[in-house]
Nanobody, 125 residues
Framework: VQLQACGGGLVQVGGSLRLSCALSGLTSSPAVVGWFRQAPGKEREFVSAMSSIGGRASYADSVEGRFSISRDNAKNTMYLQMNDLKPEDTAVYYC???????????????????WGQGTKVTVSS
């Protein structure tokens, strides 16, 4: 199982980025996928997640209204559209997947079995 995240980079305050995460090597794709981030010296924190069962998405309060999670099942790829970026959004972003039989969104990183390698986002002021 491999999750390959990309799309990070350096952006100015108020700018936008779209992160992508390709899922491969899975006989059964996770129903629940999510994004987490980790800033230097801090723990990995929840950003957003969604379940393909019902398509319901969940967001951290800090990104609600600015970030949007989506998924293209035909391409086995998930996305995180990030708008109106702020310096506090600076972090390494990780995509994750819950075990394929789980259909409930989780906000704890411990609930995710599969992880990508991370992509760095830096927002400059």
């Amino acid at each position: 199982v491999q999750l390959q995240a990309c799309g990070g980079g350096l952006v100015q305050v108020g700018g936008s980025l779209r992160l992508s995460c390709a899922l491969s090597g899975l006989t059964s794709s996770p129903a629940v996928v999510g994004w987490f981030r980790q800033a230097p010296g801090k723990e990995r924190e929840f950003v957003s997640a969604m379940s393909s069962i019902g398509g319901r998405a969940s967001y951290a309060d800090s990104v609600e209204g600015r970030f949007s999670i989506s998924r293209d099942n035909a391409k086995n790829t998930m996305y995180l559209q990030m708008n109106d970026l702020k310096p506090e959004d600076t972090a390494v972003y990780y995509c994750g997947g819950r075990p394929p039989t789980v259909t409930v969104v989780a906000k704890s990183a411990r609930g995710y079995k599969f992880w990508g390698q991370g992509t760095k986002v830096t927002v400059s002021s």
